[in-house]
């Protein structure tokens, strides 16, 4: 196993090495915005000497993390790490001025940084200084990683994900809602449901309509074992109807942003705030506000990731705003006919050739139900 080879190329045992910087970056994955997951590790002689994760915005980057753990073994090291090291000061100070003394033997690299801050200053600071870079080594998992990092970055929006939870038909609940006598009555499985709560984890955000608030009076949380809770968004209308006893509402819970159009109740409003809710208010068209302006607005708060989980409305008009990049889709093997919830909301579709399209369709099981994952594919 050893790392010898001609003129600097990859070997095996780089990308094992970067295999693990990219299972520690994941660690930070929800965590980290609007900074990107990013984890690393420094190897001497064929052993790790020191690793670390970025954990969250504000906390060291995961170079300093790794160089802490490493300490003076650091020297002379190889430094594999997910993402560029960065030149500038944001929170914290450029690494590059702690990695460029270290003297080390080369330094690789998944993917740069899409920060017009860095943008491959961080690379280049390297090779001036004749350290030899490798860049590409694990580039396909660290662009997954950093989807939502980059979208933020690229497209000012964070990354979206549409999540259904339906029947065999397509329905989300049976006609008027569920009828909860005692507790909630599911649709999918329990391994589906903690699949979902896995989504919620590594979820910058989650998103409902006022609707859905109405109706299920969900937590939005994560009930995962060492999960952590995402930003509850809540998108309401000029009224702001949300029961006050909403579970959302309870103080000391996560954060809660609720969106709602500028001309929106101001007594509503204020009291919201008052339980510290965050009130975003945005222009609204004929009522409602653009999904587009939404994101855009979430992407300047630092948002990376959000996890739209509906309902029938909020889906329709997410879809029809062309903002959804993925849809997870758990499939359980009911029918609930006619009579149910269709689980997207009337667009006035008239042509197969009008209907959304689904690419790179991934299918598995949760318990007794399906996962249906894939990419929305662009309109037109
Ligand atoms: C991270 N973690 O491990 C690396 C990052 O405000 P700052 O100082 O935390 O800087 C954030 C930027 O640093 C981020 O946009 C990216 O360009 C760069 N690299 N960031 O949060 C890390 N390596
Ligand atoms: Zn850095």
Request: aromatic share 2%; hydrophobic share 45%.
């Given at each position: 196993?050893?790392?010898?080879r001609?003129?600097?190329?990859p070997?095996?045992?780089?990308?094992?090495?970067?295999?693990?910087?990219?299972?520690?970056?994941?660690?930070?994955?929800g965590?980290?915005?609007?900074?990107?997951?990013?984890?690393?590790?420094f190897?001497?002689?064929?052993?790790?000497?020191g690793?670390?994760?970025?954990?969250r915005?504000?906390?060291?980057?995961?170079?300093?993390?790794?160089?802490?753990?490493?300490?003076?073994?650091?020297?002379?090291?190889?430094?594999?790490?997910?993402?560029?090291?960065?030149?500038?000061?944001?929170r914290?100070?450029?690494?590059?001025?702690?990695?460029?003394p270290?003297?080390?033997?080369?330094?690789?690299?998944a993917i740069?940084?899409?920060?017009?801050?860095?943008?491959?200053?961080?690379?280049?600071?390297?090779?001036?200084?004749?350290?030899?870079?490798?860049?590409?080594?694990?580039?396909?998992?660290?662009?997954?990683?950093?989807?939502?990092?980059?979208s933020?970055?690229?497209?000012?929006?964070?990354?979206?994900?549409?999540k259904?939870?339906?029947?065999?038909?397509?329905?989300?609940?049976?006609?008027?809602?569920?009828?909860?006598?005692?507790?909630?009555?599911?649709?999918?499985?329990p391994?589906?449901?903690?699949?979902?709560?896995?989504?919620?984890?590594?979820?910058?955000?989650?998103?409902?309509?006022?609707?859905t608030?109405?109706?299920?009076?969900?937590?939005l949380?994560?009930?995962?074992?060492?999960?952590?809770?995402?930003?509850?968004?809540?998108?309401?209308?000029?009224?702001?109807?949300l029961?006050?006893?909403?579970?959302?509402?309870t103080?000391?819970?996560?954060?809660?942003?609720?969106?709602?159009?500028?001309?929106?109740?101001?007594?509503?409003?204020?009291?919201?705030?008052?339980?510290?809710?965050?009130?975003?208010?945005e222009?609204?068209?004929?009522?409602?506000?653009?999904?587009?302006?939404?994101?855009?607005?979430?992407?300047?708060?630092?948002?990376?990731?959000?996890?739209?989980?509906?309902?029938?409305?909020?889906?329709?008009?997410?879809?029809?705003?062309?903002?959804?990049?993925?849809?997870?889709?758990?499939?359980?093997?009911?029918?609930?006919a006619?009579?149910?919830?269709?689980?997207?909301?009337?667009?006035?579709?008239?042509?197969?050739?009008?209907?959304?399209?689904?690419?790179?369709?991934?299918?598995?099981?949760?318990?007794?139900?399906?996962?249906?994952?894939?990419?929305?594919?662009?309109?037109?």
């Amino acid at each position: 196993m050893t790392s010898r080879r001609a003129a600097g190329g990859p070997t095996a045992a780089d990308s094992r090495f970067m295999a693990r910087a990219l299972a520690l970056a994941a660690r930070g994955l929800g965590r980290t915005f609007p900074n990107p997951p990013v984890g690393a590790l420094f190897v001497r002689r064929g052993r790790v000497v020191g690793e670390g994760f970025h954990t969250r915005a504000g906390a060291p980057h995961a170079e300093i993390e790794a160089l802490r753990a490493a300490g003076g073994r650091a020297a002379g090291a190889v430094l594999y790490v997910t993402l560029e090291p960065c030149v500038h000061h944001g929170r914290t100070p450029p690494c590059i001025d702690a990695l460029l003394p270290l003297g080390l033997e080369r330094v690789v690299v998944a993917i740069a940084d899409p920060d017009p801050r860095v943008r491959g200053r961080g690379l280049a600071r390297l090779r001036r200084a004749g350290i030899p870079v490798v860049l590409g080594v694990g580039a396909a998992e660290a662009g997954l990683l950093t989807a939502g990092y980059r979208s933020r970055v690229l497209r000012g929006r964070p990354l979206v994900t549409l999540k259904l939870a339906t029947t065999l038909d397509g329905r989300i609940a049976p006609a008027g809602g569920s009828q909860r006598r005692s507790g909630p009555e599911w649709i999918t499985g329990p391994a589906a449901r903690r699949l979902a709560h896995a989504l919620r984890d590594i979820s910058d955000a989650v998103l409902v309509g006022a609707g859905t608030v109405r109706a299920d009076d969900p937590r939005l949380t994560c009930r995962l074992k060492g999960g952590r809770n995402p930003v509850r968004i809540v998108v309401a209308g000029r009224r702001l109807e949300l029961p006050r006893g909403a579970r959302i509402l309870t103080p000391g819970g996560p954060p809660t942003w609720v969106v709602a159009p500028t001309r929106a109740t101001p007594a509503r409003v204020e009291a919201l705030r008052r339980r510290g809710v965050e009130v975003i208010l945005e222009p609204a068209r004929s009522g409602r506000i653009p999904f587009a302006a939404i994101m855009r607005t979430l992407g300047k708060r630092g948002l990376t990731t959000v996890l739209v989980e509906g309902g029938a409305t909020v889906a329709a008009q997410v879809l029809a705003a062309g903002v959804v990049d993925r849809l997870v889709l758990f499939v359980a093997p009911l029918l609930l006919a006619g009579d149910g919830v269709p689980a997207v909301a009337p667009l006035g579709l008239r042509r197969v050739a009008d209907a959304f399209r689904v690419d790179a369709v991934a299918v598995g099981r949760a318990g007794r139900d399906l996962v249906v994952e894939g990419r929305l594919r662009r309109r037109p």
